[in-house]
């Protein structure tokens, strides 16, 4: 749930800089401000562009943290700079390169993608370890997806995925409608361990689940996002609620 409302949040604030960023009090910049295409330093680039989402550190944001050793062992170069450019259709995650539409140079994409990795891999943290593809390599089956979740979540996000004592609701159509399943799968493999939440490898201690369940799980999850105009309305009332909330 605070996850949710953070993402909602980080959002919101997305579109309020999209939209000048001049909120009441704030000095406008001075006029030696440098121009933005000039700006190569990966940490100021980073903190711009993907903490307010991601976390300043690449964890403890809404969406999946990027410092994470696990995920930077499980994501390629290409799949960041890419994900990076290009985003993520119908979710937060927006295309950042200018050829996309977005703002950065090629140069600032993969200053931050050298960033990235030069901040937070920690190969000695996965050494000896046999990681899951990073990508489906089959389809998956939402039944024996359901005996999945049963072995290796309910413990924690409760019958049926809606909340447990240890973990909230993951089957929320609002949820699932602003993440796709890459997003899913990712978060299946790493965990967030800056939540408390187990990799893979210790959803049931001393069980890794196998590349099949992964996949498994994640179409059982995905069979509770609505379909397409539902999915919209969906998520305009969900935001609604929240934004009321807020008040
Ligand atoms: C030991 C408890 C535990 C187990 C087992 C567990 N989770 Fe979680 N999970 C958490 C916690 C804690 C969070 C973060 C807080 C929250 O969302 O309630 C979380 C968050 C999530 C999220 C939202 C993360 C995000 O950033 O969007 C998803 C999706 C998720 N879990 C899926 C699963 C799936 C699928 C399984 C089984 C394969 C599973 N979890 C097993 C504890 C657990
Ligand atoms: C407004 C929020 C937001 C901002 C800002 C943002 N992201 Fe994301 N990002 C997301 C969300 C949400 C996802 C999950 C998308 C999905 O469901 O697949 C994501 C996913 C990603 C992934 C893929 C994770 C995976 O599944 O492997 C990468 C890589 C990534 N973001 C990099 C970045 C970088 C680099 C920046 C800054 C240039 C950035 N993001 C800025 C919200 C954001």
Redesign the pocket.
């Known amino acids: 749930?605070?996850?949710r409302l953070a993402l909602f949040c980080a959002i919101a604030c997305a579109l309020l800089c999209a939209s000048g960023c001049w909120l009441p009090g704030k000095p406008a910049p001075a006029p030696e401000v440098p121009r933005p295409d000039s700006v190569l330093d990966s940490k100021v680039l980073y903190s711009q562009n993907c903490a307010g989402c991601h976390g300043a550190n690449g964890t403890h944001g809404?969406?999946?943290p990027l410092g994470d050793p696990v995920y930077l062992a499980l994501v390629s170069d290409d799949t960041l700079r890419s994900v990076a450019s290009k985003g993520r259709n119908g979710t937060a995650m927006s295309a950042f390169a200018q050829k996309e539409g977005g703002m950065l140079t090629e140069a600032q994409v993969d200053s931050i993608v050298r960033g990235i990795r030069q901040r937070w891999s920690n190969p000695s943290a996965v050494a000896g370890v046999t990681l899951p593809a990073y990508a489906a390599t089959g389809a998956g089956d939402v039944q024996r997806g359901e005996t999945?979740?049963n072995t290796?979540?309910a413990?924690?996000?409760g019958a049926g995925g809606t909340g447990g004592a240890?973990?909230?609701s993951?089957v929320d159509p609002a949820?699932l409608s602003l993440?796709t399943d890459q997003g899913?799968r990712t978060?299946?493999i790493t965990?967030?361990p800056d939540?408390?939440?187990?990799d893979?490898r210790n959803?049931v201690p001393g069980r890794a689940?196998t590349g099949q369940e992964i996949t498994d799980?994640v179409a059982w999850?995905a069979s509770h996002r609505p379909a397409s105009p539902a999915r919209r309305q969906n998520v305009a009332s969900s935001a609604a609620t929240v934004s009321g909330g807020l008040q």
């Open positions: 749930m605070m996850l809404a969406a999946p999945a979740y290796f979540c413990s924690c996000h240890k973990a909230g993951i949820y993440i899913l978060i299946v965990g967030r939540f408390g939440a187990p893979w959803n689940m799980v999850l």
